[in-house]
């Protein structure tokens, strides 16, 4: 207990930053190295490498030097054996205030998750609060159950060490893997594994250098599920493979216990999968050999639902897979070091041991809410138990309160969309980041960032840990040695904000500005030459393609091994013409968009008219979007017969800028975004259903928050819909083999819809808004998710009104062909593209 009492002047004499910033990795920021220099004495070499064989002592050899990475390690273990057995024999007196303190604990708030915290309230000094035998179980043990009851003292009485003291000996890399190593290979040894090829492959500085001119090769093959392949580098060299019909998990290089446990933990997707025959469902199938083979992915199809948890559960075995695979290899090279003698070791030896990077997490899991995290950690779980052994989980109790959700906060009788349903369940706050530390038994939760394996976190709980340039207390230097980086839901980030996104892609695999105590002995070459880049495996899910998505992917995706996209299965010639007429890089594949789009689900009849903008470039199309609409759009409905008029604006760039210009125009408006308090937005709605505000701006991101379920048709059916389409419409609408329609003669009404950077209704209200009123709909631009299109289309059956006087006018350029595409569908899109009219109309109806 002396050395724990010493450690109590040094803590209290950090300032309040010292001590976050000592909380949240572990070790004093770089700015003050008294922290580091006190750390040393306890890194004990006989306690740390404390199975060195006593005939080498006898020998008289020199000690062995304690090396970087065991320095890294002491992080996990920072107990010297007189402690241990100091705490043995106090655990009968002390047992109850052990428990105590651990219940305290575990109802702690996350150390250094929330950059903004309550104002008065005492964070604990620990990173990792000790944690009891309650804690280091199982997170599925029914026994830990959520919202236990909390005693024992206040936080201002936590303990101030910053270790997991009593059960460090389950997180050390060695006593688990020494372990497990008299049982069988632990480590990679087959040379045909895909790990060690990737990490071993060696580049010249002449290939790296050239990476930035050089153009990009592609390849398609075809793939059973995943249709259209298109493989595609920047290097010169260019390898494809097809899949095998079978594959056999032995063949996969499973670490262990992955190999054993994974046909179980799958099995409720075999269950429902109809062709099982093998240990992955058909499209999993695919996908892992992709991520097995260590190449950059592009998959636009990942949904919320069953088929997103499908892509979920491959994702967190491959990035396991790696992490048990990583740890195996730099251990098995300490044994290897341990049994030479000290005097053998010379500096030509060092190439055979360079296994590692120059920090210790490797993975990094992007997830946009606290939900996902505690799916992912719950996978991890389930990957790691086998049969009757359970897995140790340290902090467990503190990570459910803080990751769960109570059932009783969710509002009844509350009507939503399933696909609603499917985003927004459990907890939804978006500002966290937890370090885990992986063995092949245990799991550490709130681990220091720095003796992490694993890190998963949100743009949002990234950036503000990274800061900004110029900041004093900012730190990114653990991002250093990402090797995998696993980027889910992609879509819901232009949802949150995107900038947060790219910032954190900035500051990936940079050269840390302090060792951190790393042996460069140890570290690999690429990494040292600033390299770590091209063998960074990125791996991106979301539910559709979008522009920024795709350029984050060409821009940032620099993997040696290449890219996989996947074309769509089902988009035929049209998808061909649709492509060709996209501007953009050739490797911008159009995915997942249906052959008809979403405007054949609009449930009332209704003349949609699409009209086309010219933008000379990417950059100048906000500019002649916005003339456009002031000068083309706008004049038609500035009469008071227009009123009633609802105007999207999927951008907040665009949103301000329409909203300052109805102001300086003095127009009779109402605004709502996702920054409206309820009463302002009660207030927009019933101005605008009145008809004293003859527009209504409507934010993307408010729709996306707080979006209702929609009716069906009559009967409660949904009714099947004939499009029909006419070019060329100078003036106005076109008769177009339905019912005949004029021009615009009859009052419409206006919805305009635009997307706000932030999202600050996560987490706040959940009362789901309906806009009744609205008999003219304008889409400033094309919605980011297609199916808002027929979503917003089928609110006008809530204005009343004769369905005569409802119009949809729709604007668009050719940069927009995806999202066009996803609305029209893709034969369409590229008729519209490359036709020589500007204005299209299409007419839907019950047929």
């Given at each position: 207990m002396g050395k724990r009492a010493g450690r109590g002047p040094l803590l209290r004499a950090l300032t309040k930053k010292q001590k976050r910033h000592l909380r949240d990795f572990g070790e004093e920021h770089p700015f003050h190295d008294r922290c580091a220099l006190a750390r040393p004495a306890a890194l004990e070499p006989g306690s740390e490498i404390s199975d060195t064989s006593s005939s080498e002592s006898e020998d008289g050899s020199e000690p062995e030097q304690v090396s970087g990475y065991h320095k890294l390690l002491a992080t996990l273990k920072d107990v010297s054996g007189e402690e241990e057995e100091e705490e043995d024999e106090e655990e009968e007196g002390d047992s109850a205030g052990d428990e105590a303190e651990v219940t305290d604990t575990d109802g702690g708030s996350e150390v250094g998750v929330e950059a903004d915290a309550q104002a008065g309230k005492r964070l604990p000094v620990a990173s990792v609060a000790p944690c009891g035998p309650a804690d280091v179980a199982s997170l599925s043990d029914p026994k830990g159950e959520v919202g236990a009851g909390h005693s024992g003292p206040s936080q201002q009485e936590l303990p101030e060490e910053f270790t997991d003291t009593k059960h460090e000996s389950f997180f050390s890399l060695e006593t688990n893997f020494i372990e497990e190593q008299s049982g069988g290979r632990c480590g990679p040894q087959v040379s045909a594994d895909p790990f060690l090829r990737h990490v071993s492959r060696e580049l010249r500085e002449k290939d790296v250098q050239a990476v930035a001119t050089n153009p990009?090769?592609?390849?398609?093959?075809?793939?059973?599920?995943?249709?259209?392949?298109?493989?595609?580098?920047?290097?010169?060299?260019?390898?494809?493979?097809?899949?095998?019909?079978?594959?056999?998990?032995?063949?996969?290089?499973?670490?262990?216990?992955?190999?054993?446990?994974?046909?179980?933990?799958?099995?409720?997707?075999?269950?429902?999968?109809?062709?099982?025959?093998?240990?992955?469902?058909?499209?999993?199938?695919e996908l892992f050999l992709?991520?097995?083979?260590?190449?950059?992915?592009?998959?636009?199809?990942?949904?919320?639902?069953?088929?997103?948890?499908?892509?979920?559960?491959?994702?967190?075995?491959?990035?396991?897979?790696?992490?048990?695979?990583?740890?195996?290899?730099?251990?098995?090279?300490?044994?290897?070091?341990?049994?030479?003698?000290?005097?053998?070791?010379?500096?030509g030896d060092d190439g055979d041991f360079r296994d590692q990077g120059l920090t210790r997490p490797k993975v990094l899991i992007v997830v946009p809410f606290r939900e996902a995290a505690l799916r992912v950690v719950q996978l991890f779980i389930q990957l790691l138990e086998g049969g009757s052994k359970k897995v140790v989980v340290s902090n467990k109790k503190?990570?459910?309160?803080?990751?769960?959700?109570?059932?009783?906060?969710?509002?009844?009788?509350?009507?939503?969309?399933?696909?609603?349903?499917?985003?927004?369940?459990?907890?939804?706050?978006d500002h966290f980041r937890i370090g885990v530390a992986v063995l092949q038994r245990s799991i550490r939760l709130y681990a220091p960032f720095y003796s992490s394996d694993i890190l998963i976190a949100s743009p949002l709980g990234l950036r503000t840990i990274i800061g900004a340039e110029g900041e004093k207390q900012r730190d990114f230097d653990f991002l250093s040695s990402i090797e995998l980086l696993v980027?889910?839901?992609?879509?819901?980030?232009?949802?949150?904000?995107?900038?947060?996104v790219l910032h954190l892609m900035n500051h990936v695999n940079r050269l840390p500005s302090d060792p951190h105590g790393v042996d460069f002995s140890r570290v690999r070459m690429w990494s040292l030459n600033d390299w770590a880049r091209h063998y960074r495996q990125t791996l991106l899910f979301g539910a559709l393609q979008d522009p920024q998505i795709n350029a984050l992917f060409n821009k940032y995706c620099v993997n040696v091994e290449g890219q996989v996209l996947p074309l769509s299965p089902q988009g035929g010639r049209g998808a061909g013409l649709l492509h060709a007429l996209t501007p953009g890089p050739p490797q911008v594949a159009v995915r997942s968009i249906p052959m008809t789009g979403s405007i054949s689900r609009v449930l009332v009849q209704l003349p949609h008219v699409f009209q086309r903008l010219e933008a000379e470039d990417l950059t100048s199309v906000i500019d002649a979007r916005f003339s456009f609409f002031v000068d083309r759009v706008l004049p038609q409905y500035r009469d008071a017969v227009m009123a009633h008029t609802l105007i999207y604006v999927p951008s907040y760039f665009d949103f301000v800028r329409l909203r300052n210009y109805f102001k300086r125009e003095?127009?009779?408006?109402?605004?709502?975004?996702?920054?409206?308090?309820?009463?302002?937005?009660?207030?927009?709605?019933?101005?605008?259903?009145?008809?004293?505000?003859?527009?209504?701006?409507?934010?993307?991101?408010?729709?996306?928050?707080?979006?209702?379920?929609?009716?069906?048709?009559?009967?409660?059916?949904?009714?099947?819909?004939?499009?029909?389409?006419?070019?060329?419409?100078?003036?106005?609408?076109?008769?177009?083999?339905?019912?005949?329609?004029?021009?615009?003669?009859?009052?419409?009404?206006?919805?305009?819809?635009c997307r706000l950077r932030d999202s600050p209704l996560v987490g706040g209200g959940s009362r789901a808004y309906t806009i009744k009123g609205v008999r003219n709909l304008i889409f400033y631009e094309l919605p980011t998710y297609a199916h808002f299109y027929s979503e917003l289309c089928s609110m006008l059956r809530a204005g009343g009104g004769a369905e005569a006087a409802w119009t949809c006018t729709a604007l668009y350029s050719r940069y927009d062909a995806q999202r066009l595409a996803a609305v029209v569908g893709v034969e369409r899109a590229a008729q519209m593209l490359r036709s020589k009219k500007s204005v299209h109309l299409f007419v839907t109806g019950e047929s």
């Open positions: 990009r090769t592609t390849q398609q093959l075809t793939w059973p599920v995943l249709g259209q392949v298109v493989f595609s580098s920047k290097f010169r060299t260019l390898e494809t493979f097809k899949p095998p019909k079978d594959v056999d998990i032995k063949s996969l290089h499973l670490q262990k216990p992955l190999d054993s446990t994974w046909t179980k933990t799958n099995s409720p997707f075999l269950s429902g999968c109809p062709r099982p025959g093998g240990p992955f469902t058909p499209l999993q199938q992709v991520m097995n083979s260590y190449r950059d992915l592009f998959f636009p199809e990942r949904h919320a639902g069953r088929g997103g948890e499908e892509v979920r559960l491959v994702y967190c075995l491959h990035a396991l897979n790696h992490v048990l695979k990583a740890n195996a290899h730099v251990l098995g090279n300490n044994s290897q070091r341990r049994a030479q003698k000290p005097q053998r070791l010379g500096l503190r990570f459910q309160g803080e990751y769960g959700s109570d059932p009783a906060e969710r509002p009844p009788n509350l009507k939503r969309p399933e696909d609603y349903e499917a985003v927004f369940v459990g907890n939804i706050d980027l889910d839901q992609a879509d819901i980030y232009l949802m949150q904000n995107w900038e947060h003095d127009l009779s408006f109402a605004p709502i975004c996702e920054y409206s308090r309820r009463p302002a937005v009660s207030r927009a709605r019933h101005f605008f259903l009145r008809g004293e505000r003859q527009f209504l701006l409507l934010t993307e991101r408010f729709h996306f928050y707080k979006r209702c379920r929609q009716r069906a048709g009559p009967g409660g059916q949904r009714a099947a819909h004939s499009v029909a389409l006419a070019s060329g419409c100078p003036g106005g609408l076109r008769t177009t083999g339905g019912r005949p329609h004029g021009g615009l003669t009859a009052p419409p009404r206006l919805l305009v819809l």
